[in-house]
Each structure stands twice: as structure tokens, then as C-alpha cells.
T-cell receptor, first 116, second 113 residues
Framework: AQSVTQLGSHVSVSEGALVLLRCNYS??????LFWYVQYPNQGLQLLLK??????LVKGINGFEAEFKKSETSFHLTKPSAHMSDAAEYFC??????????????FGKGTKLSVKP | GAGVSQSPRYKVAKRGQDVALRCDPI?????LFWYQQALGQGPEFLTY????????KSGLPSDRFFAERPEGSVSTLKIQRTQQEDSAVYLC???????????FGPGTRLTVL
């Protein structure tokens, strides 16, 4: 069975500081990995995804994540936080071999606050 | 359409009432997913459709939950005899043929009093 652990339910950074949101996964097969962002009262928006190939993945809004198989991690980073980055972030995994389905397994989320 | 839409955005129900939540996926998307997001939690999978066929309903928490997609486009999630523990945001996502990214709607926030 697959699972996702996001370390830290709340992370607070100052504007301009590095953002690091941690995600570890458990999967018996090489997974597909995703980061989604959720603004208040809105749905989930895809930030970036890893399927195959290059392990450093660049996404929207200056975010990137690196797939590290040996550490079973897919941490999300951004060099310089903006006030508009304040939101909740979800890491998710899917099994690419799970038939045609590929439903997502989500972590519990990390709420990012950005201080001026 | 421009994106996945869901209606209503907010629903308040008295315990024991039946509710119906609607999802309009992106036009042409074959796959449709329903997820339940409890307060302070990540979304959890409920059910999956490929066109009109419900291929997986393993995440539905009880037989009070029922989903359909009769013409392979719009889907409805129905909850019968609602209970307080059903209070959550219900998210719908669609995905094009061939797999890839799931696109989420804004969700329906259900509150059962």
C-alpha cells in the first residue's frame, strides 16, 4: 500500500526566505509524485509532478522538487517566499501500474504562512 | 469548459436528510474521481469512473454513499441519511484520456447539523 507523510502541519517563513516543505512516501513500486496547492475555499492546483526522467522537477510560481529514491523523499522548495505563497500544500503519490486508475494518495497537508 | 465545476459550493443539511452533489468535468475528460476532504486532512479517494463505468468504489465509506455518471460526463455523488461525520469538502477531479494530471474542482463544503 502507498502512503505519504508530510512533516510539519504548519510552516512559517519570512518573506524572501527559503521555503522547504517535506514529503516522504512509501510505495512498493516506483511512484508518480505530485505537489498540489490549495488556497482558501478553492480546489487543488497542481504545482509540479514527477513521473519519470529528470529527478529535479520545476513547477509553477518558482517551486521545484527533487525525487530522491534512496531517501523516499520528494521535498518542495522555493528560494524566496512571497506573501502570495501562503496556502496549504499537499504531497500526493499514485501508482502508475494501478490499472487505468491512478487515484491519488495524499498527505495531510502543510499550511505555509509567510510573514512580512 | 474552462475547468471542473461543482455545485452547490456550500450545502447545509440536517442529520438524516439526503443530499446530491454535482460535478461537471472538463469537456472530453474520460476519467472522473471523487475525493472527501475532512477538516485539517488531505483528500481521500472515494470513487472512480471511466466514462460512464464506475470502476472503483472502494473508498465509499458506507452504503449511504452512491455515485453515478450515466452519460459519461456529469457526475452526481449522493449521500443518503446524512450523518455529522459526513461533514467535509467533497472534491471532484477529471483527467483526460491517456492519464496524466487530475484537474480539481473547487469542491462542495457539506455541513451536517
Amino acid at each position: 500500500a502507498q502512503s505519504v507523510t508530510q512533516l510539519g502541519s504548519h510552516v512559517s517563513v519570512s518573506e524572501g526566505a527559503l521555503v522547504l516543505l517535506r514529503c516522504n512516501y512509501s510505495s512498493s513500486v516506483p511512484p508518480y509524485l505530485f505537489w498540489y496547492v490549495q488556497y482558501p475555499n478553492q480546489g487543488l492546483q497542481l504545482l509540479l509532478k514527477y513521473t519519470t526522467g529528470a529527478t529535479l522537477v520545476k513547477g509553477i510560481n518558482g517551486f521545484e522538487a527533487e525525487f530522491k529514491k534512496s531517501e523516499t523523499s520528494f521535498h518542495l522548495t522555493k528560494p524566496s517566499a512571497h506573501m502570495s505563497d501562503a496556502a496549504e500544500y499537499f504531497c500526493a503519490v499514485s501508482d502508475p501500474s494501478g490499472g487505468s486508475q491512478g487515484n491519488l494518495i495524499f498527505g495531510k497537508g502543510t499550511k505555509l504562512s509567510v510573514k512580512p | 469548459g474552462a475547468g471542473v465545476s461543482q455545485s452547490p459550493r456550500y450545502k447545509v443539511a440536517k442529520r438524516g436528510q439526503d443530499v446530491a452533489l454535482r460535478c461537471d468535468p472538463i469537456s472530453g475528460h474520460v476519467s472522473l474521481f471523487w475525493y472527501q476532504q475532512a477538516l485539517g486532512q488531505g483528500p481521500e479517494f472515494l470513487t472512480y469512473f471511466q466514462n460512464e463505468a464506475q470502476l472503483d468504489k472502494s473508498g465509499l465509506p458506507s452504503d449511504r454513499f452512491f455515485a453515478e455518471r450515466p452519460e459519461g460526463s456529469v457526475s452526481t455523488l449522493k449521500i443518503q441519511r446524512t450523518q455529522q461525520e459526513d461533514s467535509a469538502v467533497y472534491l471532484c477531479a477529471s483527467r483526460p484520456v491517456g492519464g496524466g494530471t487530475q484537474y480539481f474542482g473547487p469542491g462542495t463544503r457539506l455541513t451536517v447539523l
